[in-house]
T-cell receptor, first 116, second 114 residues
Framework: AQSVTQPDIHITVSEGASLELRCNYS??????LFWYVQSPGQGLQLLLK??????LVQGIKGFEAEFKRSQSSFNLRKPSVHWSDAAEYFC??????????????FGKGTKLSVKP | EAGVAQSPRYKIIEKRQSVAFWCNPI?????LYWYQQILGQGPKLLIQ????????DSQLPKDRFSAERLKGVDSTLKIQPAKLEDSAVYLC????????????FGNGTRLTVT
């Protein structure tokens, strides 16, 4: 079955500390991979995406993610967290074919809190 | 560019009542999606349109949910009759047709069924 697992429901980090949010997926073929961020009362905003090629992808707001096929993982990282990064983060997978994006499967999300 | 517009932002109804949500996608985006996000969970696709045709509605509870996208632009999602478990945020998203294009989400409609 296709699924996305984000093992950490809630993470708290200190401002300026590094961050890693975990994402594991189960998918029948090589998928498209995404990380979205959602602030309270807002829709989801795309942070970064992986389609093919370099397995380390850079996104907005200083985020990066690394695709590891052998581990079926796509972990999100940021070297130094800012208070404005407090939000909920969703990992998602989708079908990798030439047409429209199709059905994205989302994880349950990881809520990030940042302490001063 | 203007983002995906949704209305209303909030809606409270009693069970067995009906409700409708409206979405206006980004201009030129042929693909439109409705997602349901229950508290504590990630969004789940309800229905996907390409222009005014349905691409995927396999997870839409068709006995109570309906959606349309007349003229391939705006879309309406309706629930009739609503149940308590329909309480959720309903997100609309749009994207161009070309493969791998990211989804652009609206701010959602928060529905509370009492």
């Amino acid at each position: 079955a296709q699924s996305v697992t984000q093992p950490d429901i809630h993470i708290t980090v200190s401002e300026g500390a590094s961050l890693e949010l975990r994402c594991n997926y189960s998918y029948g073929a090589t998928p498209y991979l995404f990380w979205y961020v959602q602030s309270p009362g807002q829709g989801l905003q795309l942070l970064l995406k992986y389609f093919s090629g370099d397995t380390l992808v850079q996104g907005i707001k200083g985020f990066e993610a690394e695709f590891k096929r052998s581990q079926s993982s796509f972990n999100l990282r940021k070297p130094s967290v800012h208070w404005s990064d407090a939000a909920e983060y969703f990992c998602a997978v989708g079908p990798n074919y030439g047409g429209s994006q199709g059905n994205l499967i989302f994880g349950k999300g990881t809520k990030l809190s940042v302490k001063p | 560019e203007a983002g995906v517009a949704q209305s209303p932002r909030y809606k409270i109804i009693e069970k067995r009542q009906s409700v409708a949500f409206w979405c206006n996608p980004i201009s030129g985006h042929a693909t439109l999606y409705w997602y349901q996000q229950i508290l504590g969970q990630g969004p789940k696709l309800l229905i996907q349109f390409q222009n005014n045709g349905v691409v995927d509605d396999s997870q839409l509870p068709k006995d109570r949910f309906s959606a349309e996208r007349l003229k391939g632009v705006d879309s309406t999602l309706k629930i009739q009759p609503a149940k308590l478990e329909d309480s959720a945020v309903y997100l609309c998203a749009s994207s161009p047709i070309r493969g791998g294009s990211p989804l652009h989400f609206g701010n959602g409609t928060r529905l509370t069924v009492t």
